[in-house]
């Protein structure tokens, strides 16, 4: 409900935690045609820890690309690392705060979210 996405690997600097999920999701789907990843939490920490920076597609695909630089051509062609590469462009990244979510919903359940949430928060000392 906090993260911000550790913003370095034990190996690299510069590899959060979106791109490394994304490059596992796009090499283990390569029969897949449609692929998502998507960032749920509250408004508070998306700004907080600006969010939305962070899983931009060429930032996501420049962090992808030079974890990808840091081996050599058998391990590239192995992984497929041109095919993950290309097929960033089409991935379909999301970003929602829970509290937009919950909006969505009417009557009982958004009163039954909002609750579960209000205690989420306090579950997680927010």
């Excluded at 490394?20 to 907080?48: D, H, M, Q, W």
């Amino acid at each position: 409900m906090k993260s911000n996405l550790s913003q370095k690997t034990t190996h690299t600097d510069d590899y959060n935690q979106a791109s490394r999920i994304i490059a596992c999701i796009l090499s283990n789907t390569k029969e897949t045609t449609e692929c998502f990843f998507g960032v749920v939490a509250p408004e508070k920490y998306l700004e907080k820890h600006k969010i939305k920076e962070l899983i931009d597609k060429e930032k996501i695909h420049n962090q992808i690309k030079k974890r990808f630089d840091a081996y050599d051509d058998t391990f590239k062609h192995q992984k497929k690392a041109q095919d993950i590469l290309m097929r960033i462009d089409s991935l379909n990244i999301m970003l929602i705060s829970y509290e937009s979510w919950i909006d969505v919903f009417q009557n009982e359940a958004r009163e039954e979210l909002m609750d579960f949430y209000e205690k989420s928060k306090k579950w997680n000392k927010l």
